[in-house]
């Protein structure tokens, strides 16, 4: 039961600081630590919860604390990065976070920065905005 609890707090906090851009984008809107920069990532502070029910409040990167919270994952492998999809470091939205190897996540930003897709990785990034 903790744990489905767990996951629903993290779900509110998402729901209740960000606005959904019209592509699609779930921008955090909420208090960050990292200031409402555009370009920057925002970091939160929240509890993180352990497999034997323990919690202690921790400092996570938005899209990860989301992308946790919306996929029910508590732990995860530490050679996997977050990736956004759309390019958009605000964006929390979990249709546009996925975990991938840190090399896959760098053949992505061309896409982003030339607005196409190379299509070297699976799933395409998301470019057309």
Same mark, same amino acid.
């Given at each position: 039961m903790e744990r489905s609890k767990y996951? @629903? @707090?993290? %779900?509110? *906090? #998402?729901r209740? +600081?960000? $606005?959904?851009?019209? +592509?699609?984008?779930?921008?955090?809107?909420? %208090? #960050?630590?990292?200031? /409402? !920069?555009? =370009? &920057? !990532?925002? &970091? /939160?502070?929240? =509890?993180?919860l352990f497999s034997d029910g323990t919690r202690k409040r921790t400092q996570f990167y938005c899209h990860r604390l989301v992308y946790f919270g919306f996929n029910e994952i508590l732990d995860m492998d530490s050679s996997l990065e977050i990736s956004? *999809?759309?390019? $958009? %470091? %605000?964006? /929390? +939205?979990? #249709?546009? *976070? *996925? #975990?991938? @190897? +840190?090399?896959t996540n760098q053949e992505r930003r061309p896409c982003h920065n030339n607005n196409a897709c190379s299509d070297y990785h699976s799933p395409t990034c998301i470019t057309e905005f």
């Open positions: 996951f @629903e @707090e993290i %779900r509110k *906090l #998402a209740e +600081n960000t $606005k959904v851009t019209e +592509n699609g984008c779930w921008w955090w809107i909420g %208090r #960050a630590r990292s200031g /409402v !920069y555009e =370009d &920057k !990532y925002c &970091k /939160v502070r929240f =509890d993180q956004h *999809l759309c390019g $958009k %470091r %605000r964006c /929390v +939205n979990p #249709a546009h *976070l *996925l #975990a991938e @190897e +840190n090399t």
